[in-house]
């Protein structure tokens, strides 16, 4: 059984920066994008960032280009979402989803996804 389970969420000052972890089991991920998404109570879900199996591609939202970096870690089937200049419009509860194929933003084309984590950016 796939699971995908995310740490590294917590309560951090505006301008402060966190380290969002998701490890995969259950499978093997070979060729697999793997991507986190995030949703702000009474919002939509909204596309953060992707990156391609081998992570010579990635995406982000232009909402966090330049403050979010993603990358991976192969051998330990862990994607990483590394997080600067937090804004208190950040808060959301942030998951990690996965996908056959390229690198994509759109949320219905991952088969896989985590529970979350939730991260709060407050004074």
């Known amino acids: 059984q796939v699971q995908l389970v995310e740490s590294g969420g917590g309560l951090v000052q505006p301008g402060g920066s966190l380290r969002l972890s998701c490890a995969a089991s259950g499978r093997t991920f070979s060729g697999y994008a793997m991507a986190w998404f995030r949703q702000a109570p009474g919002k939509e879900r909204e596309f953060v960032a992707s990156?391609?199996?081998?992570?010579?591609?990635?995406i982000s939202a232009d909402s966090v280009k330049g403050r979010f970096t993603i990358s991976r870690d192969n051998a330990k089937n862990t994607v990483y979402l590394q997080m600067n200049s937090l804004k208190p419009e950040d808060t959301a509860v942030y998951s990690c989803a996965v996908k056959g194929g390229p690198v994509s933003s759109r949320p219905n084309e991952y088969i896989y996804w985590g529970q979350g984590t939730q991260v709060t950016v407050s004074s």
């Open positions: 990156i391609s199996w081998l992570g010579q591609t990635a």
